[in-house]
């Protein structure tokens, strides 16, 4: 059978359908009211865009400011040129495809999930080759520390994106928190190199690094709960 | 769309009257249910309401529309496994059963047609074939890849080629399909 029967199958049976009872369309069109107030649509894509690179780069800036670029003098000028580039189209990828995330159909670039291990391999493959001190002093102690002020860069990071992107409409709510948790997490990380010293390979590899998928994936977990508390909460008002 | 958003009533009556039909099937050939695609079609209204300043004025509607539709049976589906998942199946259920036969009858041909297959496949035939999507649009709706939304079609069709034949169906056969 050829593909042009086929279709021709397919709209002789959308065909025969049954149509909408007219009473549900107009109960639908009464629901609306009376009056319709107008609405302002989102701001263009690349201002969102723009507005998240912008937040991700001040607080990392920031928060080195207050705590001292340590990390920024002890690199080469060459370390420099390739990680914060990096890290700045990383992040505009991540911020890219947040907003993408907060529009229904959009175009996409990439999934969340591929936006997180591209974020994820990019970093290793990097660090991986710039950092070539394989000692391991204070690696648990150290590690946690930096951890910490990275994850505590991404809280502020996320919040202030979710701000900006407040009146979007995420169709999948843990995709978004995802990927804003990515974000966040890369601004946490942008930080790090800007003001951490410490240049032993496996404390950034390891420690750097895991505050992407750890911001990400609480990311993801809170735009689940929020999901699931606001469905079983509209699905409680609906049978009161 | 655009004088939707601009308060035009007039205008979001026709949206309504327009994509109704459009959306109403879109939701009995996934759930081949009248009465949960009348269900899912007023919630879908709802969330169009709510969600109008997101589409922006220029762009293509129907991916708009039917990324929020598929987020919709999404949400529906997880209610209802929840619910199933607490229901305690009776023992006898002779009556059920000869409810579930008539409405069987019932069921429009289309979602009778795609029944068989996978319901990302089966969507992605809905947009493409019927509703008359081209690939870039499915591809928003569905927040996917231009790509994939191919290879899912083409199995699809594969999948239905094999049922078409098996049922012997030829060109204006399909109202007399089981």
Known sequence: ?240 | MARYQQGDLAAANSLIQCMSPRLHRFFVVQYSSREHADDLLQEMWLRIHKARHTYRPGEPVLPWLYAIARNIRVDHYRKSSRTTDHEQPLDETPEVETAAAEEMELIPNLDVLLAPLPESQREVITMLKVEGMSLEEVARATSSSIGSVKQKAHRGYEKLRERLTMLGLGKGQVGELP
């Open chain 1, 1 to 240: 059978m050829k593909e042009r029967d086929m279709d021709e199958i397919l709209k002789q049976a959308a065909q025969t359908s049954e149509s909408v009872n007219p009473e549900l369309l107009d109960r639908i069109a009464a629901s609306m009211g009376p009056s319709l107030p107008p609405v302002r649509p989102l701001p263009p894509s690349w201002a969102m865009e723009g507005g998240l690179f912008a937040i991700a780069v001040a607080i990392a800036l920031v928060g080195a400011a207050k705590a001292g670029f340590f990390g920024f003098l002890k690199l080469s000028v060459l370390d420099r040129m390739i990680i914060f580039p990096v890290l700045g189209i990383l992040i505009f990828l991540a911020a890219s495809e947040w907003v993408s995330e907060n529009i229904p159909g959009s175009r996409r670039r990439l999934t969340p999930g591929a936006v997180l291990a591209v974020s994820f391999f990019v970093m290793l493959a990097i660090f991986g080759i710039l950092f070539r001190n394989y000692q391991t002093n204070h690696f648990l102690s150290a590690g946690l520390a930096c951890l910490g002020i990275g994850l505590l860069h991404a809280i502020p990071t996320a919040f202030l994106g979710w701000l900006i992107l407040r009146r979007g409409y995420a169709v999948n709510s843990v995709a978004a928190g995802l990927v804003g948790g990515t974000l966040a997490g890369l601004a946490g990380v942008t930080m790090l190199e800007l003001h951490c010293p410490n240049f032993q390979a496996l404390h950034i590899l390891i420690w750097h690094i895991a505050v992407v998928p750890v911001s990400a994936a609480a990311g993801a977990f809170l735009a689940w709960a929020l999901a699931s508390r606001s469905t079983s909460h509209s699905s409680h008002l609906r049978r009161s």
